[in-house]
T-cell receptor, first 115, second 113 residues
Framework: AQSVTQPDIHITVSEGASLELRCNYS??????LFWYVQSPGQGLQLLLK??????LVQGIKGFEAEFKRSQSSFNLRKPSVHWSDAAEYFC?????????????FGTGTQLKVEL | IAGITQAPTSQILAAGRRMTLRCTQDMRHNAMYWYRQDLGLGLRLIHY???????GKGEVPDGYSVSRANTDDFPLTLASAVPSQTSVYFCASSQDRGNSPLHFGNGTRLTVT
């Protein structure tokens, strides 16, 4: 069965500091990996995705993530955090097995940005 | 603006009552999904539909039913609500299965008393 672990429930960083949010996954085949962001009272918005090819993927809002198969990880990074980045971040894994794009989400990491 | 519309935005419902959460998309996406979001548990898939006329069970389908009569609409029904169904419900769609990203609605906050 596929699963996603986001070990950090809450993270606080200062504005301008770098950020790394951790994500580890379990999937029996080649995974499709996603990062989503959720602002309060809103649905989830796609930040970036990895399907194949270059293991470093660029997303919106200056975010990037690196796929490391040997570590089963897909960590999200940003060199310099802005106050508007405060939100909840979800990592998700999916693929073609079992029919349908049935993504499995992690439990999320709540990001707080200190000014 | 193209996207997913969910209704109602929020609802308080007495236990035992029947409730249908509505979801409509105007992107002509083939696949649609219902997730519930609970604190500390992330999002869990309730039901999905790969195309109009077909549905499938997700991770937590018990107590819920769905239908997909056409491409645009994917209602979620609670036949007899229980307090454990208190949650925020998100409808999502994707162009097709596989690597298409999900587009989410803004959610329905449901409280069952």
């Amino acid at each position: 069965a596929q699963s996603v672990t986001q070990p950090d429930i809450h993270i606080t960083v200062s504005e301008g500091a770098s950020l790394e949010l951790r994500c580890n996954y379990s999937y029996g085949a080649t995974p499709y990996l996603f990062w989503y962001v959720q602002s309060p009272g809103q649905g989830l918005q796609l930040l970036l995705k990895y399907f194949s090819g270059d293991t470093l993927v660029q997303g919106i809002k200056g975010f990037e993530a690196e796929f490391k198969r040997s570590q089963s990880s897909f960590n999200l990074r940003k060199p310099s955090v802005h106050w508007s980045d405060a939100a909840e971040y979800f990592c998700a894994v999916g693929g073609l097995t079992g029919g349908g794009n049935k993504l499995t989400f992690g439990t999320g990491t709540q990001l707080k940005v200190e000014l | 603006i193209a996207g997913i519309t969910q209704a109602p935005t929020s609802q308080i419902l007495a236990a035992g009552r029947r409730m249908t959460l509505r979801c409509t998309q105007d992107m002509r996406h083939n696949a649609m999904y219902w997730y519930r979001q609970d604190l500390g548990l992330g999002l869990r898939l309730i039901h999905y539909s790969n195309t109009a006329g077909t549905t499938g069970k997700g991770e937590v389908p018990d107590g819920y039913s769905v239908s997909r009569a056409n491409t645009d609409d994917f209602p979620l029904t609670l036949a007899s609500a229980v307090p454990s169904q208190t949650s925020v419900y998100f409808c999502a769609s994707s162009q097709d299965r596989g690597n298409s990203p999900l587009h989410f609605g803004n959610g329905t906050r449901l409280t069952v008393t």
